[in-house]
C-alpha cells in the first residue's frame, strides 16, 4: 500500500486548510486510516482517524472540534479539513494505514508527510 499526502502550506492563525491522502489500493472496508503529526523537537503524535468498516472517526482532543476526517471511496483518498487552525498545529502531517487483519495497534503503512506551517 502506498500513501501520497498532499495540500500542506503557510496558513495564518484562524484559518483552514484541507490535506488529502491519495492510497494506492481501495481503503474501504480494509485499512483504517489515521492521520498523525510530527512537530520540531516533538514525538509523532495521532491527530485522527477513520475506521476500516467507515462509521466511526475519533480525534485527539487537541484537534477535536476543529479537525475532520473524511473518506471518498470512490477516489481512494482521505482527507483531513483543519480549520480554526492555531501556531501549534504547525508539524509535518502523515497519513497511515492499518489493515483490519493487524493485530496489534501499530499503523501497518505510512505517507511521506507534508508540512503544516501556522503562523501567527
Known amino acids: 500500500v502506498q500513501l501520497q499526502a498532499s495540500g500542506g502550506g503557510l496558513v495564518q492563525a484562524g484559518g483552514s486548510l484541507r490535506l488529502s491522502c491519495a492510497a494506492s489500493?481501495?481503503?474501504?472496508?480494509?485499512?483504517?486510516m489515521g492521520w498523525f503529526r510530527q512537530a520540531p523537537g516533538k514525538a509523532r503524535e495521532f491527530v485522527g482517524g477513520i475506521h476500516w468498516s467507515g462509521g466511526a472517526s475519533y480525534y485527539a482532543d487537541s484537534v477535536k472540534g476543529r479537525f475532520t476526517i473524511s473518506r471518498d471511496n470512490a477516489k481512494n483518498t482521505i482527507d483531513l479539513q483543519m480549520s480554526s487552525l492555531k501556531p501549534e498545529d504547525t508539524a509535518v502531517y502523515y497519513c497511515?494505514?492499518?489493515?483490519?487483519?493487524?493485530?496489534?495497534?501499530?499503523?501497518?503503512?505510512w505517507g511521506q508527510g507534508t508540512q503544516v506551517t501556522v503562523s501567527s
Open positions: 489500493v481501495r481503503t474501504s472496508s480494509s485499512y483504517t
Open positions: 497511515a494505514a492499518k489493515s483490519r487483519l493487524s493485530k496489534g495497534p501499530e499503523y501497518d503503512y
